[in-house]
């Protein structure tokens, strides 16, 4: 069964305290990973999209990376307005736009 | 442009009744498609368009039915309201329906959702 775990599903830290978050997929040919920032009350954000393991992609503090299991999220120096949910979603290998969305970190950052 | 626009922002319903969640987009985007977010199991989708005329059922398609008549209005009805559709529904859209080796994914662009109560 195709499925996104994501891991930890609520995460507290200190403002400029680094750290990871983590999407681990069993999808039957992945063609793609995303990631989504949702905040309370809005749709998901695209943040990033990544095709192959070993590649990575940046925007200010946000650096996302993928193998051929699981992708990370690595929040360097965070600040508060970092604060939201963070979604992961598999593009399925059919010929359509099918993604298949993991439950989401809760990310919190306290001044 | 006003990207995504849903209506209502929020609805209660009781069992039973039908109602259609509005779904509108200014982007000239090919593929429109409805998920529903609940809490510990992620966004499922519902059904999506490839272009106007053209709807096929996602992953939890039951009671819900679309259409799509425009390039720019992707309208979601349910037919007999249950307590289990109580949900936050989601409406995307993006450029090309494609998902082409070698070629850029066309992203998503989620709208603000409805949030649906049924009793």
């Known amino acids: 069964e195709d499925q996104v775990t994501q891991s930890p599903e609520a995460l507290r830290l200190q403002e400029g305290e680094s750290s990871s978050l983590n999407c681990s997929y069993t999808v039957s040919g992945l063609r793609g990973l995303f990631w989504y920032r949702q905040d309370p009350g809005k749709g998901p954000e695209f943040l990033f999209t990544l095709y192959s393991a070993g590649e990575e992609k940046e925007k200010e503090r946000l650096k996302a990376t993928l193998t051929k299991k699981e992708s990370f999220l690595h929040i360097t120096a965070p600040k508060p307005e970092d604060s939201a949910t963070y979604l992961c979603?598999?593009?399925?290998?059919?010929?359509?736009?099918?993604?298949?969305f993991g439950t989401g970190t809760r990310l919190l950052v306290s001044p | 442009n006003a990207g995504v626009t849903q209506t209502p922002k929020f609805q209660v319903l009781k069992t039973g009744q039908s109602m259609t969640l509005q779904c509108a987009q200014d982007?000239?985007?090919?593929?429109m498609s409805w998920y529903r977010q609940d809490p510990g199991m992620g966004l499922r989708l519902i059904h999506y368009?490839?272009?106007?005329?053209?709807?096929d059922q996602g992953e939890v398609p039951n009671g819900y039915n679309v259409s799509r008549s425009t390039t720019e209005d992707f309208p979601l009805r349910l037919l007999s309201a249950a307590p289990s559709q109580t949900s936050v529904y989601f409406c995307?859209?993006?450029?090309?329906?494609?998902?082409?080796?070698?070629?850029?994914?066309?992203?998503?662009?989620f709208g603000p959702g409805t949030r649906l109560t049924v009793l």
């Open positions: 982007m000239n985007h090919e593929y």
């Open positions: 979603a598999a593009l399925m290998n059919t010929g359509f736009q099918k993604l298949v």
């Open positions: 995307a859209s993006s450029y090309s329906a494609a998902a082409i080796p070698g070629l850029p994914f066309n992203e998503q662009f």
């Open positions: 368009s490839v272009g106007a005329g053209i709807t």
